[in-house]
Every structure is written in structure tokens, then in C-alpha cells.
């Protein structure tokens, strides 16, 4: 049977470690419990919210309602033909468990993605990506139970309208369902994404010219562990801000007066500019606001040293806003989910 908590502490549950508490609080471990929350919530007259792993949300006001924990776990190998294996896994799996699962049976798509934190409900919400590859890339099917009505549906992948860091989730059915199940196909031969130019200069100077999978796992886990900070040493939720995506005549502007601005082509109107080094540039990158600050070796990545409260990570994030705006013109749009 469900237990309902009152007033429960989230900061503990999100790897920025502060923030604000839930009205109800509930652990959900199976699809009965969630049934029995959804019905609760309606008897009650509640919203309902879900909590993954908490580690791309900043819950900056109290959370009104429910919130549902999600511990649903299980992975398996559901079919597969001559190419590919279809893999699924329940959402409240843990997002690197479940690459490790797919590695250990020798099946290619998910290295890359390797060590991101969080479960795999979330990873469809935002479309995590890095090193050059995104969970739309191998993505087959998610299912998904309706949070009003508790039926469930199905979504394919163009269902979910993928982006950059988006989805369908992330806007029209923001808070609409819960991800309950993701199935990936994966290759049954190696089908490495080497494309990302960081990753394959790791490679070379390993001096590994035709890498085996271990060796792409490898050599994330330790770009990885050189760049990111630990969230259990140093709280953060990743990446706070999304690149920037401008119009080449914004991009030639600013190229006359900063010639070393990085930026690569999105389709045939847009430019893509690292928000790391925008941020960089207005000279926030390490410069400590108390206890918070922009990561001294990632500066897209807000760290606090474990006293902030969300009020000075707040001032941050608009100070940052702001900086890049009045240098740049760029609206900086935060990755992270304040809620
Ligand atoms: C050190 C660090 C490094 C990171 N690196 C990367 C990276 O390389 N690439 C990247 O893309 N991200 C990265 N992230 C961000 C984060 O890991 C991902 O966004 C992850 O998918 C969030 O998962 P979560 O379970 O913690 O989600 P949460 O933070 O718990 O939730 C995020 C959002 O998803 C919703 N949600 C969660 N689960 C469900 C569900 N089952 N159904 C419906 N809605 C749900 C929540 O309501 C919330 O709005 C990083 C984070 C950290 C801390």
C-alpha cells in the first residue's frame, strides 16, 4: 500500500541538495502504487508531480500536491532481429544501470550517454545527449500513463517531437504523463558515434585507432570525470543553461567584433554558440558569488559548496542572464527545471 508523507524535504532526493519541500510526498514502486497515487490525487482534488532522480530540477517553491517518487525498475531484452536488439527498461531504472545492461550483452547505441545521471523516465523528457549522440538516436517507444485518467498510451518517436534537450513532455504534455516504460533498438554489431571531436582526441592519445566498445565506455568515464563535478562532492544538476541557437546575420555581427567565437551551423538559417563560452566570456566562469558559482572547469554547470540556498542560486542564474545578454544579445534559457 502507498504511504502518503506531509510536508517531506525534496532537497535530499536532487543532487543540487537544497530547495523546497513537498505539500505530499510518496515513494511509487510499482504500477499498482501508481494507480493507487493517481486516484489519490483525484479523490483528492491533488495535482500530481514526478520526481526521477533529481538531478536535472531545481525546486526553488513548495511543490503543491503530490509528488510521486518513481523506484519502478526492470530491464529486458523484449524481441530482436538479424540487426538489432529492442530493450526495455522501466523508468525508474537508473539511466547508467541500464547502459551498463546494454554494454554488458555487447549491444551498441548508448555509449556515448554513458555515466549521465538520473533514470531513464526522464532521459525521453529532455532528450539527453552528449558527445555527439542523443536518446533520439536510438529511441524506439515509450509508454506512458495519462496522470488524470491513469490509461495508458503509447508514443513513438516522431510522438515525442525530440530537439535539442526537448520534447513533447517538456512542453504541450509538460506534467501530463508519466513515463513509464522506454524501449530502445540497439545494434547487434558495433556502431560506434565517433563524430565528437573531444572524444575520438581521447582515443588517439590512448592510441587506440579501431577502439572496442569497453574503450569508448572508458574513455568517457574519464572525460567525463575531468570535466563534471561530482554531486556528491560539489551539488549541481549539470548543464544549467542550454547552447544558444542564433540567425547567421546575429552570428556575422557578433564574429566583426569577438573573431574567436566558437559556433557551428544548425540547419541553414541558425547558428549554434556554446553557452560555456558566452559565459566564459562575460568572465563568470569560477568567480565565486559566496557559496555559488559557474564551474571552474565547465562553466555551463551552476556548483554550490554545499551552503547555498536557492535564493543565491537564483541570483546567479540572472546575473548570468543578464551578463550574456547585455554583451551578447543571446537569451540564455536555463536546461534545469526550476520548478
Ligand atoms: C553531473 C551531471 C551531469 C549531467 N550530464 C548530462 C549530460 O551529459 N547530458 C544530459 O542530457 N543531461 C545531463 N545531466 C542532466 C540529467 O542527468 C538528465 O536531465 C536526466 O535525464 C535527469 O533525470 P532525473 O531522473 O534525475 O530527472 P529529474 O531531475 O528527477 O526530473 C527532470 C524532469 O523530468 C520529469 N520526470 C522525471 N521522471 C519522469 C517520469 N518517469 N515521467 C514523467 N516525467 C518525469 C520531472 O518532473 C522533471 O520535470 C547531468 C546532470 C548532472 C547532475
Known sequence: M?????????APYTTMKIGAAAEFFALVGSREDLSEAIAWARDHKKPLWVL???SNVLIAKKIKGLVIKNEIKGKEIIKQDKDYAFVEAKSGELWSKFVNFTVERG????????????????APIQNIGAYGVELKDSFYHLRAVDLKTGHEKIFARSDCRFGYRDSIFKRRLKNKYFIYSVTMRLKKSPAFNLGYAPLREKLQE?????????????AIQEIRHSKLPNPVVLPNAGSFFKNAFISRAHFRELQKKYPTIPSWPEGRTK???PAGWLIEAVGLKGRKFGPV??????????????RADVKQVLALVRKVKAAVKRKFAIDLEEEVNII
Open 2 to 10: 502507498l504511504t502518503i508523507e506531509k510536508n517531506k524535504s525534496l
Open 206 to 218: 590512448k592510441g587506440l585507432t579501431h577502439p572496442e566498445q569497453r574503450d569508448i565506455i572508458d
Open 271 to 273: 547558428m549554434k554558440i
Open 52 to 54: 526521477g532522480g533529481g
Open 107 to 122: 549491444l551498441s547505441g548508448l555509449e556515448n550517454l554513458f555515466l549521465i545521471y538520473g533514470t531513464v523516465g526522464a
Open 293 to 306: 558559482r559557474m564551474y571552474e572547469k565547465q562553466a555551463l554547470i551552476l556548483v554550490h559548496d554545499g
